[in-house]
T-cell receptor
């Protein structure tokens, strides 16, 4: 069966510090991968998605970036965090070009102080 | 045209009652409509989904009703239980775009 991992689960970082969040998927190959951000009590904002290694589509211009160094690994980064980067970061995956189920990871709670 | 409008924003239902959440879309190219359930501090979990070639899909106490002509779909939770208290998101997606368009969410509270 497929599983998705995210780490860390929680993170407290000062303004201006770098960020690296990691997501890995097990049990499937060539997944479509996604990063979402969810502000407290709010909806899901799509940040990045990737349909293959090295292929990254950005949805929101900001100080975040994403990379996909391996087939089932997706990394969200920032060189300098802003207070507005605080939120709940969710990784998700789906399979194939025909649209279907999308599954979310457990999330990372980021607080920028 | 890419938006999915979800209502209500919050909902309170008595135990045993029916919870109804509605979503509307504009883009007729959408061809997959999932619903997600999210508990506080957890990632959303896929609950049930429907494609536009059927008007209704039922899984246990959860039913999706789909009205293609009205471009609306809704989630019905029968015999609502306190354990159903969560935030529910509808979504819509078009084959080939890879992008899931989410509604703004409905916070459901089921009173014991």
């Amino acid at each position: 069966s497929q599983t998705i991992h995210q780490w860390p689960a929680t993170l407290v970082q000062p303004v201006g510090s770098p960020l690296s969040l990691e997501c890995t998927v097990e049990g499937t190959s060539n997944p479509n991968l996604y990063w979402y951000r969810q502000a407290a009590g709010r909806g899901l904002q799509l940040l990045f998605y990737s349909v293959g290694i090295g292929q990254i589509s950005s949805e929101v211009p900001q100080n975040l970036s994403a990379s996909r160094p391996q087939d089932r690994q997706f990394i969200l980064s920032s060189k300098k965090l802003l207070l507005s980067d605080s939120g709940f970061y969710l990784c998700a995956w789906s399979v194939g070009s025909l649209v279907g189920e999308q599954y979310f990871g457990p999330g990372t709670r980021l607080t920028v102080t | 045209q890419q938006q999915v409008k979800q209502s209500p924003q919050s909902l309170i239902v008595q135990k045993g009652g029916i919870s109804i959440i509605n979503c509307a879309y504009e883009n007729t190219a959408f061809d997959y409509f999932p619903w997600y359930q999210q508990f506080p501090g957890k990632g959303p979990a896929l609950l049930i989904a429907i494609r536009p070639d059927v008007s209704e899909k039922k899984e246990g106490r959860f039913t999706i009703s789909f009205n293609k002509s009205a471009k609306q779909f809704s989630l019905h939770i029968m015999d609502s239980q306190p354990g159903d208290s969560a935030t529910y998101f509808c979504a819509a997606v078009r084959t080939g775009t890879y992008k899931y368009i989410f509604g703004t969410g409905t916070r459901l509270k089921v009173l014991a």
